[in-house]
């Protein structure tokens, strides 16, 4: 793995190398530093958006929580059937990147509403 997310404009899954990716959602963990996040998922096919999520959006195992807002967005490779999450996390000064691979939250497709919102 050598960590390469973009390979002739095309999304790169490292471990497999395989660019043959659907990137199929979008999870937020807002928060401001260091407070209680409002966990967001948007389902980009269905158009469907939830928030105040009871499950927390992806998270890596190198990073962690980081002291801000994380985003990630979630998908899977078509060649070895892996669920991963590009995790994007706000920490300090920096925008942190890694891979999720484990504990993707599922999605569930069943109920394709336009847009769910609650208040904030
Ligand atoms: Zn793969």
Redesign the pocket.
Known sequence: MDGRVIGNALLI?P??S?DVTHVEHVFVSARQEDRLANEITVNAISGRVETRNKGEAPIGSTVGHGRRQRIALGGY?D??G?RFALVITQHKGSALVEWAEREIPLWNDEDPLDTVEDSF
Do not use: E, M
């Open positions: 899954y471990h497999c395989s490779c060649l070895c892996t």
